[in-house]
């Protein structure tokens, strides 16, 4: 009789072991919009914003570089991956495609990236973008597939009231 409770508590001890799996927050289809503004935004990528936005791809002799914002500053987008002597299309490498989390880093802090948003074409994660959930002023950085791994795209700031039309914008990337 005393087996009977002993063998139930090991199995609630199994079950409680295992693994949990990444739960991934959301995603959105990629999609173009007509009206919006195409434009270069990698070598081999563009990307579409409303005509409120002033900036965009910067080539250079050492590579190009990416910076807009809204005509009101309530969101910036921008990239510029450097070693000193050329520039990259992309940075680096997400160490954990599963993750569901990211740590951030900004000058001398650290920032809590909370919220993971999968950006999929036909099914397929495209890209990844992590960002806070704060009121205000929030963080984003968003991680693109590029040749088979996700690599640091792009880096955005936004006020929390456009975080929809944030994703639409991101959800225009096409490779070429």
Known sequence: MKSVPLLL???LLLTSCKKEEAVISDSTELQQQ???IMEKFKNDYTIQFPDFYTGGYVQGFEGGSFDKFRNDTRVHTFYNFSNGLQQFDFGDTLADVNATSLDFPEGDRIVYLDKRLNFT???EI???FFYNSTEGIRNGDLYWNDGGQFKAALTVYYDSG????VITIIAT???N
């Open 9 to 11: 508590c090991f199995a």
């Open 34 to 36: 007509p009206g919006w």
């Open 121 to 123: 074409d036909n099914g």
């Open 126 to 128: 495209k890209g990844i």
């Open 162 to 165: 456009l975080q929809d039309e």
């Open 173 to 175: 990337i096409r490779h």
